[in-house]
């Protein structure tokens, strides 16, 4: 998440690979003008119908497939497209995809909760935003707009967001146990047994320690990023 760094990586090693600058160029530019869509439809669904009931139906097809590309970005920090840590944005990424598939798409019940409205608009802004820094970034300058933007917006985002995943799995959970979705029960071949509303809570629990140290992290980037831009325009 530490943008310098992403910054420092895609430019020194893709000045040297002209083949890969294209594609990071090419996959960036299509997730600004997929996420940039996404918002499109939730505004214009929101001040037609002035209701945050039946976001999640006009946005899910669009927001499936570019949370779901989000896993290439894995394979970028695997074989060194990108110097990112390939554990943080493995779980970053594959968090995301648990909430996408394995909550609002899995469970109908959660479609209509306010909470599956707060964790899109967080989700669509934030990525708005970060695929711009890093396409401005690949291309040249990043303008400073967008990179206070990336460090600012956050601070209200990241708890919006978070506290919809949390409000839209709570909400799930009364349907996963009623009906043992991918849950299974014992006896079976393998003598194991999984029950799926247990590990929506284990997930849900593993915010309390995982969120503040992110935010925090957060901050200090942007001390680092923000305050040493402003500090050099004073000085």
């Known amino acids: 998440?530490?943008?310098?760094?992403?910054?420092?990586?895609?430019?020194?090693?893709?000045?040297?690979?002209?083949?890969?600058?294209?594609?990071?160029?090419?996959?960036?530019?299509?997730?600004?003008?997929?996420?940039?869509?996404?918002?499109l439809a939730l505004l214009g669904h929101l001040f037609?119908?002035?209701?945050?009931?039946?976001?999640?139906?006009?946005?899910?097809?669009?927001?499936?497939i570019f949370q779901t590309a989000a896993l290439l970005e894995i394979v970028h920090c695997a074989v060194g497209m990108v110097r990112s840590n390939v554990m943080l944005t493995a779980f970053q990424v594959i968090s995301r995809i648990f909430v996408t598939w394995?909550?609002?798409?899995?469970?109908?019940?959660?479609?209509?909760i306010f909470g599956v409205t707060m964790f899109i608009f967080a989700w669509t802004l934030t990525e708005i935003i970060?695929?711009?820094?890093?396409?401005?970034?690949?291309?040249?300058?990043?303008?400073?707009?967008?990179?206070?933007?990336?460090?600012?917006?956050?601070?209200?985002?990241?708890?919006?967001?978070?506290?919809?995943?949390?409000?839209?799995?709570?909400?799930?959970?009364?349907?996963?146990?009623?009906?043992?979705?991918?849950?299974?029960a014992l006896p079976n071949a393998a003598n194991m047994s999984f029950r799926y509303d247990y590990y929506m809570k284990f997930f849900m629990f593993m915010y309390i320690p995982v969120f503040p140290q992110l935010y925090m992290h957060m901050l200090a980037q942007r001390r680092k990023v923000i305050g040493g831009a402003e500090k050099a325009k004073t000085d």
């Not at 037609?48 to 499936?64: A, F, H, R, T």
């Open 130 to 184: 970060r695929y711009s820094f890093y396409m401005f970034s690949l291309i040249g300058e990043v303008p400073y707009a967008i990179q206070w933007c990336r460090y600012t917006f956050f601070i209200v985002l990241y708890p919006i967001g978070v506290t919809g995943e949390l409000l839209s799995m709570w909400g799930g959970l009364p349907y996963v146990e009623e009906t043992g979705l991918y849950s299974v």
């Open 48 to 64: 037609v119908e002035w209701d945050y009931k039946g976001v999640y139906e006009k946005v899910s097809p669009l927001l499936n």
């Open 102 to 112: 394995g909550v609002a798409y899995s469970i109908p019940e959660v479609h209509d």
């Open 1 to 39: 998440m530490a943008a310098p760094s992403a910054r420092k990586t895609q430019s020194n090693k893709t000045e040297q690979n002209p083949t890969v600058l294209a594609y990071l160029i090419a996959y960036n530019v299509a997730q600004v003008l997929g996420w940039s869509a996404i918002m």
